[in-house]
């Protein structure tokens, strides 16, 4: 089992960040990786080992989640900008050159990358779309509804029966686990979270993206109706510097899902962040 090294760090005097850094002695660079809504650095794990030990890898946790939870007060809920300039510090303290993220990770990865970062010089954004396609629509607003009544059963059914739902058996308990034992802190911030992305149309996320000129990877699942990997090509206009992939037979959480996933999801992440570690055979999408 990989051990992290652990620091809980301060950020501009108002946040305290849970932090785990994956060193390897071999490794020449750092990636850092930015979690979905409701998700904690656990959620992380199959992708930490498909990166390491070619990277050093950073997770962290949000002010309001995880074990970043009981070291912050709850006050006041947390912007996608705020969550931008946590990372943005995160990315300064760990001199991490590339960057990662996961589902509604992307709206604060892509604000960040915005900002044009002087460290990171390539980015990978997965399971996230500029389009509220119709399939989305529902699924945010039935969220809303069932988090504003902080019911955890249908938070829980919610997740698994949409995003969640080519997720193997065991994995789906463990999300139901997890999403229905939340905080209402937690409930309050993903219900501010769905109301700021439903307020925002496309032209806001791909005016997010503008002027991001490193090269950024969009990862899909060929299944996956909720960020579909052809609604993700409308970041090619606003990113000049991008890449599109569609994982076949996999949905909305690409590594999780089964092993030939997991498998072919590595392969195109080290293919864009490593290609010279990798040989020309090694790549099968």
């Not at 089992?1 to 490794?27: F, N, S, W």
């Not at 990786?33 to 992380?44: P, Q």
């Not at 119709?134 to 997740?159: F, I, K």
Request: with cysteine.
């Amino acid at each position: 089992m990989l051990k992290p090294e652990i620091a809980v760090l301060d950020i501009q005097g108002q946040y305290r960040i849970h932090t785990e850094l994956y060193r390897c002695d071999t490794a020449q660079n750092t990636i850092i990786l930015v979690n979905g809504s409701m998700a904690t650095t656990a959620s992380f794990g199959q992708t930490l080992k498909n990166l390491h030990p070619h990277l050093n890898v950073v997770l962290y946790d949000q002010p309001y989640a995880g074990k970043s939870k009981p070291h912050n007060p709850h006050q006041k809920l947390l912007t996608r900008e705020i969550e931008a300039q946590v990372l943005l510090e995160l990315i300064e303290h760990f001199d991490a050159n590339y960057l990662m993220s996961f589902s509604w990770g992307g709206t604060a990865a892509l604000t960040a990358l915005a900002c044009a970062p002087r460290r990171i010089e390539k980015a990978v954004i997965s399971s996230f779309s500029p389009l509220i396609n119709s399939a989305m629509r529902d699924y945010l607003e039935r969220g809303r509804h069932c988090l504003a009544a902080c019911n955890r059963t249908q938070v829980g059914n919610l997740v698994n029966d949409t995003l969640g739902k080519h997720l193997p058996p065991l994995f789906k308990r463990f999300n139901f686990r997890h999403v229905s034992n939340l905080d209402e802190h937690e409930y309050a911030q993903m219900h501010f979270h769905i109301n700021q992305v439903l307020s925002c149309e496309q032209q806001c996320f791909l005016s997010a993206a503008q002027g991001i000129e490193i090269p950024v990877l969009f990862i899909n699942g060929e299944w996956d109706e909720y960020t579909a990997a052809s609604d993700a090509q409308h970041f090619a206009q606003p990113i000049a510097n991008s890449q599109f992939i569609s994982l076949e037979n996999t949905g909305h959480f690409l590594d999780m899902e089964h092993k030939s996933a997991s498998h072919i999801s590595k392969n195109a992440l080290l293919s864009f962040l490593q290609p010279t570690q990798l040989s020309p055979h090694a790549v099968s999408l």
